[in-house]
């Protein structure tokens, strides 16, 4: 399988019971693991922002990348996945 590296998940929508536990739920299923977490609740909505890697990835990063994707839409929410190096050049000033 591919080695993931380090990644960024971020999760963002309405606030709802259950949003984090079924992140870390899918991520510990995958192997994934966390290595920082930030989360806060503003007027209702939830954002959500994670550095992950994995050694034993199960999936591919773009196989991950789509079901958090999926997750996201059955429980209400956006989540998307960026390797680490595509977010840090997005987010340079």
Do not use: W
């Amino acid at each position: 399988m591919n080695e993931l590296k380090k990644s960024i998940i971020t999760v963002i929508g309405k606030d709802s019971v259950g949003i984090i536990a079924k992140v870390c739920t899918y991520l510990a299923d995958n192997d994934i693991n966390i290595l920082d977490i930030s989360q806060t609740i503003t007027g209702g909505y939830f954002n959500m922002m994670m550095i992950v890697e994995s050694a034993e990835v199960k999936k591919t990063f773009p196989d991950m990348a789509s079901d958090l994707r999926d997750l996201g839409e059955q429980i209400g929410v956006v989540i998307q996945a960026q390797h680490e190096e595509i977010f840090q050049m997005m987010h340079r000033i």
